[in-house]
């Protein structure tokens, strides 16, 4: 009993533990067996490698998602909570990467869902320990998190817009132009409020141009409004992060919003930039 839980031990050392030296020889191959996989996925969607070598591939593709399960088989087996690693983020991506290859054994085109294991290159941040990457990223959720509101007014205003846009526009150009209903003249008024411009639907009446006019200037205005927003939230959460930490001359670790001194000794709070 006590050598299978050394067993156990050992395995979710090595499976689960990056930061030690047979955590990151598994870790590391584990991507390079990943990164294999998305090449041959990449090699059988070009049409004359697929005629040629179709077999090969699949069977390569199926040793791989062999591999993939028992990946997965030993992660269930050696974590202390399984329940808890098959929902997780990781557990989830893990069995995403499984799935694609026994669905391909019924629907052919699904072998491209193998696309998908590319997430799991996510790993290589615990490989490299890349953690000052990770905390920028962190920046970047509480940017989100903090523009959320103001995001989610401006995009219904924008819908509000171009539902008006589109109404329009199917009034005064109609099915003759291209403008055969109201959500095709939405569709219309979203590709040019984007500034994207296919081309497929294109006004004709003087109206109608008039009116493209409008919108193709009202988007060059607005387009930059939720990169502004996010913006201003992003500073916020690294200068509240700035805040968060010591005063180098009393050690305090807290200070008021928008404090440039510390409350407590008067030194200032961020160094000048020269």
């Known amino acids: 009993m006590d050598s299978n839980n050394d067993w156990r031990q050992r395995l979710y050392v090595m499976v689960f533990q990056s930061d030690t030296a047979a955590g990151r020889r598994f870790d590391s191959t584990l991507l390079l067996i990943i990164l294999a996989s998305l090449v041959i996925v990449i090699l059988d969607s070009i049409q004359t490698v697929h005629d040629n070598y179709a077999d090969v591939l699949a069977y390569i593709e199926w040793g791989f998602t062999i591999i993939f399960a028992i990946e997965y088989g030993l992660r269930l087996y050696c974590s202390p909570k399984p329940l808890r690693y098959a929902f997780s983020f990781y557990g989830l991506v893990d069995l995403l990467a499984i799935v694609p290859g026994i669905l391909a054994l019924y629907y052919s085109d699904a072998q491209y869902l193998l696309i998908i294991r590319i997430i799991r290159m996510l790993r290589i941040f615990r490989v490299l320990k890349l953690s000052p990457y ?58 040019t409020l984007t500034t994207v411009g296919f081309g497929d639907i294109v006004p004709k009446t003087p109206l109608g141009q008039v009116i493209s006019s409008l919108v193709m200037i009202t988007g060059y205005s607005i387009i930059a409004v939720p990169t502004g927003i996010f913006t201003a939230e992003l500073a916020s959460a690294m200068r509240g992060e700035q805040l968060q930490t010591d005063c180098p001359v009393c050690n305090k670790n807290s200070h008021e919003p928008n404090a440039a001194f510390c409350s407590r000794c008067g030194n200032a709070l961020f160094k000048k930039v020269e």
Not at 161 to 179: A, C, D
Request: hydrophobic share 50%.
């Open 134 to 191: 990770l905390k920028q990223a962190n920046y970047l959720m509480a940017a989100l998190r903090g523009s959320k509101q103001k995001i989610v007014v401006f995009l219904v205003s924008v819908c509000t817009l171009v539902t008006v846009f589109g109404t329009l526009m199917y009034v005064i150009e109609g099915p003759e132009h291209g403008f055969t209903s109201i959500p095709k003249g939405i569709y219309w008024a979203i590709v």
